[in-house]
């Protein structure tokens, strides 16, 4: 028999509070939900190619697991689709400061400030990892082979399009996945850029994210809801008038 595991009280309030406040108002670009509807702690992410960028009509699944004592720790992001891409692991794992303990490491070449803190949320997360996307990391690759092929590509301005290509391929190769999903994948800036609300669920389910949220907290023994500082935002907003995608070379 399969034996049932607590999660503390506070950790889950404040995960509830962050997927109601990303389905209330959402990141451009991302589709969020709940792996499974019991578990607060692993969320299935879709992830839409940014326009006017190598990524432009992709559909990219990730998944995101928070570790228990979560905000004072970070979640860890992976992506499910194939990912060709410097700071991107084969297995999908998502390799970014944000995403690393705050911890002394001088061999990373990251200093604390630049690693996660508790006043980091998803949505930051999620906007890091678009950044992360248009500007690559080359610095400190996860992907020593990708990240070759990538400073080629940016070093002859387009003209070696070994990297682009590969992507392409695989921004291809998701439109099937979408198309089973029933997902229109935005194409413009102004698709991409327009706020929805999160789709009501299907006939039937019985998930409710108010219901969810307002779950009695204190269930294994309590807990106050933390409330978090949203850090200012450093990385790039696609919706913004001076956004540039960055894959035209000058």
Known sequence: MAQRVFYPASSRVTLKQELKNLQDEPVEG????????????????????????????????AQIRFPVDYPYSPPSVRFLT???HPNIYESGEVCISILHPPINDSQSGELPSERWNPTQNVRTILLSVISLLNEPNTDSPANVDASLMYRKWKDSKGADNEYAEIIRKQVQ???LEAERDGVT????LDEYCLRNRAPIPEEGSSFLYDDYYD??????????????????DRTINLCSDDYDSGTAES
């Open 30 to 61: 991302f589709r969020i939900t709940l792996v499974d509807e019991s578990d607060m702690y692993s969320w299935e992410v879709a992830i839409f190619g940014p326009p006017d960028t190598h990524y432009q009509g992709g559909y990219f699944k």
């Open 82 to 84: 194939s990912m060709w």
């Open 215 to 232: 779950e009695e907290e204190d269930e294994d023994g309590g807990g106050d809801e933390m409330v978090l500082e949203h850090p200012s």
């Open 185 to 188: 994948v935005p194409l413009t």
């Open 173 to 175: 190769a998701t439109k």
